[in-house]
């Protein structure tokens, strides 16, 4: 079974960092993309940023892009996800999930994670 667990949500001013983590399971001798997703609460899931474990290539949305960094760490079998220059509309439930190879399409997702909040005040 695939397992995903996110962590290092919180409440951070506008203009702040904060930093998730993804611990993710089954990651030996396979091959996958992991991305990050957001969802407001009234609004429809949002694609942030995804990255290719084998070649460390990435993705972003538009709303993110320049300000969100998404990387590996193989150590430890974690994804991470560096937030800065945050804003109010950043504010959301972010969730780590894994697709056969990177996307930026939600239904292409086969495992998720719970989620972590992340609230960002003016």
């Known amino acids: 079974q695939v397992q995903l667990v996110e962590s290092g949500g919180g409440l951070v001013q506008a203009g702040g960092t904060l930093r998730l983590s993804c611990a993710v399971s089954e990651l030996t001798f396979s091959s996958y993309a992991v991305g990050w997703f957001r969802q407001a609460p009234g609004k429809e899931r949002e694609f942030v940023a995804a990255?290719?474990?084998?070649?460390?290539?990435?993705t972003y949305g538009d709303s993110v892009q320049g300000r969100f960094t998404i990387s590996g760490d193989k150590a430890k079998n974690t994804i991470n996800l560096q937030m800065n220059n945050l804003k109010p509309e950043d504010t959301a439930v972010y969730y780590c999930?894994?697709?056969?190879?990177?996307?930026?399409?939600?239904?292409?997702?086969?495992?998720w994670g719970q989620g972590t909040q992340v609230t960002v005040s003016s």
């Open positions: 990255i290719r474990w084998s070649y460390g290539a990435s």
């Open positions: 999930a894994r697709s056969p190879s990177i996307s930026r399409t939600q239904q292409q997702y086969t495992h």
